[in-house]
């Protein structure tokens, strides 16, 4: 229901506006709110922790995006998508305030915040993309040590995914 009542919402966008990054970020958020909510019915901590990073991340991305683009405070706060660990308010008045990303970021993230701060001021871009996807790796990395609980499953479907086996 949430996914289609987006693409009916970025539907009309697109009809009214033309610009189809507006339209994209309608269907974006409903995405990470359908993952989010489906993490949440599921409860699991490894899953919630998988999309709540993902949503830093894309905040993360297009935080540098409108940036580097010189587009408004307005933009930025339409595009940012809450249910991440670093709300779009605090990302909004760090940007606001000149505070760096690297202030506002950490965790797994961090590394790409810095990165992204670099990008800003005419850095490598690639890197810090290559940054942010490092960090949700690492993450998923991380459930690999784990000898038992969710993570193990998890590996196990992997794997059975991986060699053709459907009754994983």
Known sequence: ETLAAAMADAKTVLAETRDPQLADIALDKAYFEELLSEADTVSSPLLAGYVR??????????TVRVVKM???ADILSRALIAGGAVPPDTILGAWESGITLAAIYDGELSAAAKLGD??????DL???ERECDNAIVSYMSAARSKPFGEEVHSQVVRVR????NVDA
Do not use: M, P, Q, W
Request: proline share 0%; no cysteine; hydrophobic share 40%.
């Open 53 to 62: 990073l993902n949503i830093d991340a894309a905040n993360l991305r297009t």
């Open 126 to 128: 690639t890197a810090f």
């Open 161 to 164: 995914s991986v060699r053709g």
């Open 118 to 123: 670099d990008a800003v001021s005419g850095g």
């Open 70 to 72: 010189g587009k408004s």
